[in-house]
C-alpha cells in the first residue's frame, strides 16, 4: 500500500463524506464508501475507478471549496485515479508514462507518424503519389501492415492483461473463473450502460454544469460505440481477408464499410462533444494532474476517425499515401499508448464495477480490507 | 443613491426566501431576492439539510406507507409539549402534501430507494446529494423566472410608513416592493447576541450552520415593533465533535456513539443517563447538556465492542489500550475516570445488549445510571471523542397570522410584510424539534408569503 499525498487526501475526503453520506444517492463510489470504515491505498484506487467524474456530488456539496472542508471528490478522484494507472501499469518502468501522460503521448504520436510516413513512402517509392488499382494496399502491401500491426498488438495486449491483473489482485477479486456471474453481469451491465452517469436517479449528471444533464451520458456512448464499431470494421475486413479470401477494396454496402463509416462518425461527433463539454466544466472537477492525458486520448480518437474517413474517401486519388500514412501512424499510435493512456480507464473501471457488483450482492466490502469475511451467497 | 423597485422583494435566499419568490414570479410579480451571502455560501441553513417531512396519505414520491395529520401532529405535539400554535401548525400539515411535488415540479430531486438495499422512508424525503442540490435547484429556477438575485446583500435597514413596508437598503442601495417577504433564519451565528441570553460560555459553543444568519433582519423587524414569538436563551443544540469548525462544520461533526457508551465531563464524571432513549429522540438534548458542563466539553468513551456499530465520525477518536492511557490523552484525571468507568461497569445488571431494542441493560445503584445498553467498557483498545454544544438554530421569531403576514403589538397584521421559514418557526415549533420539519415549515410558510405577497401586490 502506498502513502502519498493524493492517497492522504483522498482518505481526507472519504472520512468527511462517510460522516457526510448526502451523496450516496447519486453513484457507487458512495455506496461501497458506506461499506468502510477506513481507507487505504487499494480501496481508494477501487473508490477512484469507480467515480465516473460526472460532477453532481462536488456541486451539490455544502463543503465545496472555498468551504475549509475543500472538498472536491471528481478532482481528487481524477488524480488518484491516474496515479492508479500508473501504479498498476505493466512493465512497472512504463507507468511513469502517465506522468506529462499528454507529452508523451504527443511525443509518440509524431515519432510514429512521421515514421510511418518515411517507411511507407521509402517502401513505395514513387508510387507513394500514385493513385492505385487496389487502392491503398498498393502503397503499402497488406502483409507488411499485418505483421507491423500483429508484433504491436501482441505486445499491447500482453500489457493491457497484465495491468489489468495488477488492477486484479489490488481489487482482491478470485481467479476469472471464481467469479460469481451475476454480479460479473452487473458490472457489465453499469459499465456498458454508464449508469453512473445517469446522476443517480435517471435525471442526469452535473455534468458540464450544475443542472442535470444526459449529454455527457450521450457523447461517451457516441464515442465508445463509434470506437467499437470501427473496431468492428476492423475485424470484420481481417476475417473476410483471411477467412473468406475476400480482399480489400470492399464496397460502400460492406460489412467493413458500413462499420467503419458509422462508428467513424460516433468517433468524430464522440470525442468533439466530450472535448466541448469538458472545456466547460468546471476546472475543480477535473483534478490538478491530468497533464493532458484526457484531451490528448480524445484528439487521438478523434484523428482516428477522421483520417480513417479521409482515406476512404481519398483511397481513389493520389492523396492515399499521404492520408494513408497518417491514418496508420495515428492508429499505431493508438494501439501503443493503449495501456499507457486514458484507454486503460475502461478496463479498470469495469473490474471495479464488477467488484462493487459482488460486494453489493455479499454487503461487505472486499477491496482493500485485510480479510475477506467468509461470504453467503444465497 | 441607486433605487430599485419591485412587486416584492425578498431577504434571505434559504429554502423559505426562494420559494416565496419564485411562488410570486409565477403569479407574475417582479421580484427582488436579496442574499446576505456570496454566491459559493449562498442557501443558508438550507444549504445543509437533508430531508423534508412532508404529511402524505399513501405511498407520495419516494415516499412510502401514510403519515398523517394525526400522527404528524401528535408528533408535533409531543416534541413541542403542546406549544404550538395548532391552527397554523395543522393548516401547516395540510399543505405540506403538496410540498415533494412542488420541488419536483422546479427540478429539486429527491433520493430514489438505493438498489433495493434500503427500504423508502415513511416520514422523510430525502434530497438527492443535500440541501444544495435543492437551493442550486430553486436558485436556477427563480433566475429562469426573472427573478433579480442579488449576493452579498445583507438587508441592514428597513423602510416602514407604520406597519406598511416601504423599501430595504443593502449599503446605501435601496431596494423598494409593494411587499416584502423576511426570511432571513435566525440569529445563531451572532454570538453577541447569544451571549445576552448564554454568558461567555457561547466562547465554547460551535454553531454548526452558515456564519451569515446573523439575525439582523430578525433584529429590525422586533425594532419595528413587530411582535416576537419565542425567547431569545431558546436554541436547537446538538453534541458535537469538538474539533468541528466554529462555523458551517454543517452534518458530518456529529458523533453518533453515545448510547453505546458512557459521557463523562472534565472531571471524569457522568452526568446524563446515556441510554434514556433511542439515539435519534435524544441527540438533540445533549448540546445544552454538554453546555451545562464545566467548558463545555463532554467526553464520549466506548471500547471496542461499539466499533462498526454507528456512523462513522468525521473526525478519527483519540485511542488507547487503557483507560488510564486514554484519560491521560484528553487530558482527564485518569485515577477518576479509571474509577467511573470500573464502577460503572460493576453497576451493570443482568441481561442482552440490543442495540436494536430499548433492552434494558442498565446500571443499578449509581448517582446517575444509564438505563439501556448498559454494556461494560472493558474490552481495549479504548475511544474517546470530545463534544461540544453545536448550535442548530434559535427559536426567537417573530409572529404570524395564517396568511403568513407579520403581527403588530396590537394583534393587527402588517398589510404587506411577511415573514417565512426559521424567522419564524417559533410559531409551529415552540421548543423541540421533529426531523425534517425545518424545512417543511419553510416551504410551506415560503408557499404562503409568496402567494399573499403577490395577492396584495397584483391588487387581486
Ligand atoms: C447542519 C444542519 C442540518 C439541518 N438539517 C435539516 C434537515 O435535514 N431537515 C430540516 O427540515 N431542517 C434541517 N435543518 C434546519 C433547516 O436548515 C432550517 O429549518 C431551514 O433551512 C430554514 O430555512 P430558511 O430559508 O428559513 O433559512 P436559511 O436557509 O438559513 O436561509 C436564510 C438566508 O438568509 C440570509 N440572510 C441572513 N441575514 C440576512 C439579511 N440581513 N439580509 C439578507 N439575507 C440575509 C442568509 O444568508 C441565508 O441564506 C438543519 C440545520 C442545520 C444547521
Ligand atoms: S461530497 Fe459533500 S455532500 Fe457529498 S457526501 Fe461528501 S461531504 Fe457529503
Ligand atoms: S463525481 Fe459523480 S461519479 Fe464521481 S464520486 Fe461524485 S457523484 Fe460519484
Redesign the pocket.
Known amino acids: 500500500m502506498r502513502s502519498t499525498a493524493n492517497v492522504n487526501e483522498g482518505a481526507r475526503l472519504m472520512a468527511i463524506c462517510n460522516a457526510c453520506r448526502y451523496c450516496e444517492g447519486h453513484c457507487a463510489v458512495f455506496q461501497a464508501m458506506e461499506l468502510r470504515l477506513e481507507f487505504n491505498s487499494d480501496n481508494l484506487d477501487y473508490l477512484a475507478n469507480l467515480c465516473h467524474n460526472c460532477g453532481s456530488c462536488y456541486h451539490h456539496c455544502q463543503y465545496a471549496p472555498p468551504h475549509e472542508f475543500k472538498l472536491n471528490v471528481p478532482g481528487v478522484f481524477a488524480d488518484l485515479r491516474k496515479e492508479s494507472y500508473g501504479q498498476y501499469a505493466w512493465p512497472k518502468p512504463m507507468g511513469k508514462l502517465y506522468n506529462k501522460n499528454g507529452l508523451w503521448v504527443s511525443i509518440i504520436a509524431s515519432v510514429v507518424i512521421a515514421l510511418a510516413l518515411a517507411l511507407t513512402a521509402l517502401g513505395s517509392g514513387a508510387d507513394f503519389w500514385g493513385v492505385h488499382e487496389q487502392e491503398f494496399y498498393g502503397v503499402l502491401s497488406h502483409n507488411a501492415m499485418v505483421s507491423v500491426f500483429g508484433t504491436v498488438s501482441l505486445f499491447v495486449l500482453l500489457a493491457l492483461g497484465l495491468s489489468m491483473r495488477n488492477f486484479w489482485r489490488a481489487m482482491n477479486l478470485p481467479a476469472p473463473w471464481d467469479l460469481d456471474w451475476r454480479s460479473v453481469r452487473t458490472g457489465v451491465k453499469n459499465a456498458l450502460s454508464l449508469k453512473y452517469l445517469d446522476g443517480g436517479n435517471g435525471q442526469g449528471c452535473a455534468y458540464p454544469t450544475e443542472a442535470p444533464s444526459h449529454i455527457r451520458r450521450v457523447f461517451h456512448q457516441l464515442t465508445f460505440w463509434g470506437f467499437m464499431l470501427c473496431f468492428a470494421s476492423t475485424s470484420t475486413a481481417t476475417v473476410m481477408h483471411y477467412g473468406l479470401d475476400l480482399p480489400a477494396p470492399y464496397g460502400y454496402v460492406s460489412l467493413p464499410k458500413l462499420f467503419g463509416i458509422l462508428g467513424g462518425f460516433g468517433l468524430i461527433l464522440g470525442p468533439l462533444g466530450l472535448l466541448w463539454i469538458k472545456r466547460k466544466a468546471d476546472r475543480n472537477t477535473r483534478g490538478e494532474q491530468n497533464q493532458g492525458m484526457d484531451i490528448t486520448f480524445l484528439w487521438l480518437l478523434l484523428a482516428t476517425s477522421v483520417t480513417g474517413l479521409g482515406l476512404m474517401l481519398l483511397a481513389d486519388t493520389q492523396w492515399v499515401g499521404l492520408t494513408l500514412s497518417v491514418h496508420l501512424g495515428v492508429v499505431m499510435t493508438l494501439f501503443l499508448t493503449m495501456p499507457y493512456g486514458k484507454f486503460i480507464h475502461g478496463f479498470y473501471r469495469l473490474i471495479a464495477l464488477v467488484a462493487f457488483a459482488m460486494e453489493q450482492e455479499e454487503h461487505q466490502a472486499r477491496v482493500g480490507v485485510e480479510q475477506i469475511p467468509i461470504k453467503n451467497v444465497g | 443613491m441607486n433605487s430599485n423597485s419591485f412587486d416584492l422583494v425578498v431577504?434571505?435566499?434559504?429554502?423559505?426566501?426562494l420559494i416565496a419568490a419564485i411562488v410570486a414570479a409565477e403569479a407574475g410579480c417582479s421580484v427582488c431576492l436579496?442574499?446576505?451571502?456570496p454566491l459559493e455560501y449562498?442557501?443558508?441553513?438550507?444549504?445543509?439539510?437533508?430531508?423534508?417531512?412532508p404529511m402524505h396519505k399513501g405511498p407520495l414520491s419516494v415516499l412510502s406507507g401514510t403519515y398523517d395529520e394525526e400522527e404528524y401532529f401528535d408528533d408535533l405535539l409531543r416534541v413541542t409539549k403542546g406549544k404550538t400554535n395548532e391552527p397554523l401548525a395543522r393548516m401547516m400539515l395540510q399543505r405540506s402534501q403538496t410540498s415533494v411535488q412542488w420541488l419536483e415540479q422546479r427540478g429539486v430531486q429527491f433520493q430514489p430507494p438505493l438498489g433495493g438495499t434500503l427500504h423508502l422512508g415513511r416520514t422523510n424525503a430525502f434530497f438527492l446529494g443535500g440541501?444544495k442540490q435543492l437551493v442550486n435547484a430553486l436558485f436556477r429556477h427563480a433566475e429562469s423566472l426573472g427573478v433579480e438575485v442579488h449576493y452579498n446583500?445583507?438587508?441592514?435597514k428597513l423602510d416602514f410608513d407604520g406597519d406598511r413596508f416601504r423599501a430595504a437598503w443593502v449599503g446605501d442601495l435601496c431596494f423598494s416592493g409593494k411587499t416584502f417577504v423576511a426570511?432571513?433564519?435566525g440569529f445563531e451565528a451572532n454570538l453577541d447576541w447569544l451571549r445576552e441570553s448564554w454568558g461567555d460560555v457561547v466562547d465554547n459553543f460551535l454553531i454548526?450552520?452558515?456564519p451569515?444568519?446573523?439575525?439582523?433582519?430578525l433584529k429590525l423587524m422586533l425594532e419595528q415593533n413587530f411582535q416576537s414569538v419565542g425567547t431569545a436563551d431558546q436554541c436547537h443544540a446538538v453534541a458535537i465533535d469538538g474539533r468541528a469548525p466554529k462555523f458551517d462544520g454543517?452534518?458530518c461533526t456529529r458523533v453518533d456513539c453515545v448510547s453505546l457508551g458512557i459521557v463523562v465531563n472534565e472531571n471524569a464524571e457522568r452526568f446524563y443517563d446515556e441510554g434514556e432513549d433511542f439515539w435519534p429522540k435524544r441527540y438533540a438534548i445533549w448540546g445544552r447538556l454538554v453546555a451545562k458542563q464545566p467548558n463545555q466539553v463532554g467526553h464520549v468513551i466506548i471500547d471496542q465492542k461499539a466499533i462498526g456499530k454507528f456512523m462513522p465520525p468525521v473526525f478519527p477518536p483519540e485511542k488507547a489500550n487503557t483507560i488510564e492511557e486514554l484519560a491521560e490523552k484528553i487530558g482527564l484525571d485518569s485515577k477518576v475516570l479509571a474509577k467511573t468507568v470500573s464502577d460503572y461497569n460493576a453497576a451493570i445488571g443482568p441481561g442482552e445488549f440490543d442495540h436494536t431494542e430499548l433492552d434494558g441493560l442498565a446500571t443499578d445503584g449509581l448517582a446517575v445510571n444509564k438505563t439501556n445498553w448498559a454494556r461494560s467498557i472493558a474490552t481495549p483498545p479504548f475511544y474517546a471523542y470530545t463534544l461540544k454544544p453545536g448550535i442548530?438554530?434559535t427559536y426567537l421569531g417573530v409572529k404570524i397570522d395564517a396568511q403568513g403576514r407579520v403581527l403588530t403589538q396590537n394583534g393587527q397584521p402588517s398589510p404587506n410584510t411577511f415573514a417565512?421559514?426559521?424567522?419564524m418557526?417559533g410559531n409551529v415549533l415552540g421548543e423541540g424539534y421533529l426531523?425534517?420539519?425545518?424545512?417543511?415549515?419553510?416551504n410551506v410558510f415560503?408557499q404562503i408569503a409568496g402567494e399573499e405577497a403577490a395577492r396584495y401586490a397584483l391588487n387581486r
Not at chain 2, 446583500?153 to 441592514?156: E, K, N, R
Open positions: 431577504a434571505g435566499g434559504g429554502q423559505a426566501g436579496l442574499e446576505g451571502a449562498r442557501g443558508g441553513n438550507t444549504r445543509h439539510t437533508r430531508n423534508l417531512r440541501g446583500a445583507m438587508v441592514d426570511a432571513a433564519g454548526r450552520g452558515t451569515y444568519n446573523t439575525g439582523g433582519l454543517g452534518i442548530t438554530f417565512a421559514g426559521e424567522i418557526a426531523a425534517g420539519i425545518g424545512m417543511t415549515i419553510g415560503g
